[in-house]
């Protein structure tokens, strides 16, 4: 399909020609997402910032534990990371609605390279320590918060309501994919080079995902016509859509429970690869890895899945099958079963990933879509609470044991919802994977 033809699609809401149930129509399907120019640019860009992301989480972590030997501080270096998701991600939704998107890029990955930098820098000169590692650390957070609403926006305006599933799995597969390629090079850089090397690395993935999304401009949409006319217009649109519809208000919730009580492990892979596995840093990437290739390998399937997509069933299934394998892996002190359990983990969080934003953009009218992906950020950022909670967990309780406990609260909060995601048929799936 021309570049023209697209937009005449997305402007008409002309279906995909999707024959149910067949892999041809699937890869039709994810073949038109890609010939359009902008969003192979956008993937690139953000193909490139999550490769940063992912080796900078490693290296953060392991830093953390080299210089202050205590789970607790880890804990609080993932909380300093992730906090500004949780307080600017509304605010960062607001902008979305309100600024044009490719320049909202533009500057959170300009700042990107100036803060990796200032941490290459730092470590290299031997005058690294641990606060102003967290201090600089907070700064990626905040780009963070602001980046993704505009990078998740900027898909639906580009692509349009009957493509956007194809489109964020293909995101989830960016993801998955650097999320292999970022540890082991974390790992690599940190056994061989030293953080500065990492930083600078960082620093680089950075730069070139500026490049890529360099020019986009006005291509990625906002500001929206029909935004409220005031911040607090915009944020109490945001919070009604979010909480009245009632698929929408299940994945929040879900949402909260898996980043507060499942997601907080990653956090505690050094500690669990150093006390428990007794390994070093390669391994440790290598740990994070395995779960990037099973969210590779989940990605890849929602992405060329074949004819009609339950988007509901999906997502329940991811947020069951994540906490039930964390379980599995606490118990496990051999190297082997842990990383097959988090190829698995990887799987399932593949399908909460892609559906989670799926489900929400796609119930988010056009006024409300970069407030509702604002509180979805939010929901996202709630996980530096969970990470002081399980650094409290792993010191006084020993880290196999809090991930036990958190897998076990988060399926009490997930379970009923999950449920409830599955009965409910009110919400039809349609053809070209976008479900109302």
């Not at 960062?92 to 044009?100: N, T």
Request: charged residues 10%; proline residues 4%.
């Amino acid at each position: 399909m021309t570049t023209s033809r697209a937009r005449r699609c997305v402007t008409l809401a002309c279906p995909v020609s999707v024959i149910p149930g067949s892999a041809a129509g699937a890869r039709l399907a994810m073949a038109e997402v890609l010939q359009e120019p902008s969003y192979r640019r956008l993937w690139t860009s953000g193909f490139c910032m999550n490769v940063a992301r992912w080796m900078d989480l490693v290296t953060l972590g392991w830093l953390a534990l080299q210089l202050t030997g205590s789970p607790f501080m880890v804990g609080l270096a993932a909380f300093a990371r992730s906090a500004p998701l949780m307080v600017v991600g509304p605010f960062g939704g607001v902008i979305a609605d309100r600024v044009r998107r490719g320049r909202v890029l533009i500057v959170t990955q300009a700042a990107g390279v100036a803060t990796a930098l200032a941490l290459a820098v730092t470590f290299a000169a031997g005058v690294g320590g641990y606060w102003p590692l967290v201090a600089l650390e907070a700064v990626f957070g905040a780009l963070w918060a602001i980046d993704f609403p505009a990078r998740r926006t900027a898909l639906y305006a580009i692509l349009g309501a009957h493509r956007v599933a194809q489109a964020i799995s293909l995101e989830t597969v960016s993801m998955q994919l650097a999320k292999i390629l970022g540890p082991l090079a974390a790992g690599v850089c940190l056994a061989q080079l030293g953080p500065g090397a990492c930083f600078a690395s960082i620093a680089g993935l950075y730069a070139m995902g500026l490049v890529a999304s360099a020019g986009l401009g006005g291509r990625l949409g906002g500001p929206v016509a029909s935004a409220p006319a005031s911040v607090g217009a915009s944020l109490r649109a945001g919070l009604e859509v979010a909480f009245t519809h009632r698929t929408m208000r299940a994945v929040l919730l879900a949402t909260i429970a898996m980043n507060t009580l499942y997601f907080t492990y990653q956090h505690m892979l050094p500690v669990f690869a150093r006390d428990v596995l007794a390994v070093g840093p390669l391994v440790l990437g290598a740990l994070v890895a395995a779960d990037g290739c099973g969210a590779l390998v989940g990605a890849l399937a929602i992405a060329s899945g074949r004819g009609y997509l339950a988007h509901r069933t999906l997502f329940a299934t991811g947020i069951v099958a994540g906490p039930v394998l964390l379980v599995a892996m606490s118990g496990s002190r051999s190297l082997a079963v842990c990383l097959a359990l988090l190829v698995l983990m990887g799987a399932a969080e593949s399908l909460f990933a892609a559906m989670q934003s799926t489900l929400v953009l796609l119930a988010a009218p056009e006024h409300a879509r970069g407030g509702t992906m604002g509180i979805l950020s939010a929901c996202i950022g709630t996980q530096p609470i969970g990470t002081l909670f399980i650094g409290l967990l792993a010191a006084s309780l020993g880290v196999a044991l809090a991930f036990a406990v958190n897998a076990l609260l988060a399926l009490v909060v997930i379970v009923p919802l999950a449920i409830g995601l599955v009965r409910r048929r009110s919400q039809p799936t349609v053809r070209g994977g976008a479900s109302r």
